[in-house]
């Protein structure tokens, strides 16, 4: 009999924020180019964040008190992006995902992951400031949220491959 352990979810969850993220800079860069601007659906946003929230949970069954915590809100924010979230709750999410900086900054989580949550932070406070200004901050976005999918794919790979260095 072959005994199995938990596993930690947290490669996917990263793999999750990356597709998320790609999607998020590739149509905020696009949108001021002469091609076709097809936004992301609300859908996408909802059905990764209902996957963000399944991992949330198996970082929970895995006794990861940071993952689930991040992940869950990971989720939420995602998922409450595609049901047309507002500017102050956009901001608020910015907040709280600036104090999961600080959680992860005492836990001496890897500082790619502390890089990957001070973009997540990025991310939502632009878009919230950004509903409240006459500019549009597509192009600030948009290269915050590439970086933040290049390192929530170089962490991913890192933790589930192993061959990787994580930092």
Request: net charge negative; with cysteine.
């Amino acid at each position: 009999m072959v005994e199995c352990k938990n596993l930690d979810p947290t490669a996917l969850g990263l793999f999750l924020v990356a597709i998320v993220s790609f999607a998020l800079a590739f149509t905020r860069l696009l949108v001021d180019v002469d091609v076709t601007y097809v936004p992301v659906m609300p859908s996408f946003f909802m059905a990764m964040g209902i996957l963000a929230l399944f991992v949330a949970y198996f970082a929970y069954r895995a006794e990861s008190q940071f993952g689930f915590t991040v992940f869950a809100l990971v989720g939420m924010a995602v998922f409450l992006t595609g049901f047309g979230m507002g500017t102050w709750e956009c901001i608020f999410f910015g907040v709280v995902f600036l104090l999961t900086i600080l959680w992860s900054l005492f836990a001496k989580t890897p500082k790619s992951l502390t890089i990957i949550l001070v973009m997540t932070t990025l991310i939502f406070l632009f878009v919230g400031i950004e509903s409240m200004m006459t500019d549009n901050l597509n192009l600030l976005i948009g290269i915050v949220a590439l970086l933040n999918g290049i390192f929530a794919i170089y962490l991913a790979f890192a933790l589930a491959t192993e061959k990787l260095p994580v930092f």
